[in-house]
């Protein structure tokens, strides 16, 4: 077998191994999805392997006719449509994975970037698609944007502040740099302006062409193993968070310290322990203040009897509202601390407000009518637990500045 057929061979197998591998990953995603529906990243990054899966497998077809790909000029519609969908595959599949990192590490402007950035890779995949005379051209376009999502992601992955430097956040973060210094190698060819001249000191391209499915391929097992691994990490801090809950609730000793007599949430105490608050250790999220409005009036003309009845009526409502993983505290009086943990304030402010609209009229004593329950709330968000003291005073804030706005706009004093 000749030097050609050799290099042949070596290309289609690694391509062919490239696509095995990569469907593979994808549908481990898939299958690991429904168990991360509330982690958002871990949906996106998914998606990111499906979209890659699909792009390398419109090759497939042209495996055994790689030289179909060597003149952009001289291609039937067929190869050039397939050639055209891997190269917008993965730049989409590029996308998904910068977006997939910015909500990980608690970033509100995920959705604006997708929204951009997906025009951004459709026209930037059908410019280096039409400008460039053949495959390997095309890819080297291509080197900047790899070079650089990679690279983000590396930097935003392996920066987290130390409570969130995980097994898993140093995995993926070490795969996405060395995604980046792979492709890297690129860029001297990249930066020919001629065939002629590139011929000199464009061995790199050729060594890729051959070779660079298998570097890719090992490259794409450690990033889909490091996500995994993320997603592994947060579902154990969820069990253990719920176990914590489960196990609090059940010891009588613990729950004289730890929860509150009247309303049954967590108190002020607990908060001091650390308990309710392991995935707040561990991720981004927010922290949201409820004062009940109105509460001293009617504390002081039905009783304190009345008075707790109402507290209790305004606590179970709202610990419905919340989601499992949240923690719902006693912070105080009629004060109420949330801890809402991989979310921004910003996001959540909207679901708050209706949580706060949907606590039913509290009925009072037999014979008077029921009364709307209203509370002023303030949020602000935290990227790690040594922000949460004053995420917390920040919330308190915001929470005292919305109750005068309440008051200025009823135009009397509570």
């Known amino acids: 077998m000749g030097s050609v057929e050799v290099q042949r061979l070596l290309f289609v197998v690694g391509l062919a191994s490239e696509v095995a591998v990569t469907v593979t990953i994808a549908i481990l995603f898939q299958l690991l999805r429904r168990h991360a529906i509330r982690h958002r990243y871990f949906v996106i990054w998914s998606w990111a392997w499906a979209v890659l899966a699909a792009s390398l497998a419109v090759l497939v077809p042209y495996m055994r006719a790689a030289d179909t790909f060597a003149d952009r000029s001289a291609m039937p519609a067929s ?36 929204r951009v950035g997906l025009a951004v890779a459709l ?45 898993g956040t140093r995995l993926t973060g070490a795969a996405f740099a060395a995604k980046a210094a792979v492709w890297a190698l690129n860029t001297a060819p990249f930066l020919q302006f001629s065939r002629t001249f590139r011929i000199t000191i464009g061995g790199w391209v050729d060594w890729y062409g051959q ?61 001091a322990q650390g308990h309710g608050t392991a995935l707040a250790r561990a991720t981004f999220g927010a922290v949201a203040l409820f004062d009940l409005d109105d509460f001293k009036p009617i504390n002081d003309q039905h009783g304190h009897v009345v008075g707790d009845r109402l507290l209790v009526h305004f606590a179970e409502s709202l ?12 912070w105080g009086g009629d004060e109420f601390l949330a801890i809402l943990p991989s979310t921004t304030a910003a996001e959540c402010q909207p679901h708050l407000a209706d949580a706060v609209s949907a606590v039913p009229p509290f009925p009072l004593d037999t014979g008077l009518p029921a009364v709307s329950v209203r509370a002023s709330v303030g949020s602000a968000d935290y990227s790690s637990a040594e922000d949460l003291d004053a995420a917390i005073a920040l919330a308190d804030r915001r929470m005292y500045e919305a109750k005068r706005r309440r008051k200025t706009d009823a135009g009397r004093p509570q």
């Not at 007599?261 to 967590?266: H, I, N, P, R, V």
């Open 79 to 114: 190869v050039f449509l397939s050639y055209a969908l891997y190269h917008t595959g993965k730049l989409v599949y590029l996308l998904l994975l910068v977006v997939g990192t910015m909500r990980f590490v608690g970033s509100a402007r995920w959705r604006s970037l997708l």
């Open 123 to 167: 026209g930037y995949a059908g410019l280096s698609v039409l400008l460039a005379p053949d495959f390997d051209e095309t890819l080297l376009m291509q080197v900047p944007a790899v070079v650089g999502v990679s690279a983000f992601c590396a930097a935003r992955l392996l920066r987290l502040p130390r409570p969130r430097r995980t097994l």
């Open 211 to 271: 070779y660079g499915s298998y570097v890719d391929l090992l490259v794409a097992v450690c990033l889909g193993l490091g996500m995994v691994v993320l997603l592994f990490e947060d579902l154990r801090r969820e069990t253990l968070s719920a176990y914590e809950e489960l196990s609090l609730s059940h010891r009588h000793l613990e729950r004289e310290a730890f929860i509150d007599a009247l309303t049954g949430t967590y108190n002020r105490s607990a908060f």
């Open 319 to 330: 610990r419905s509202q919340l989601r499992p993983t949240d923690a719902l505290f006693r």
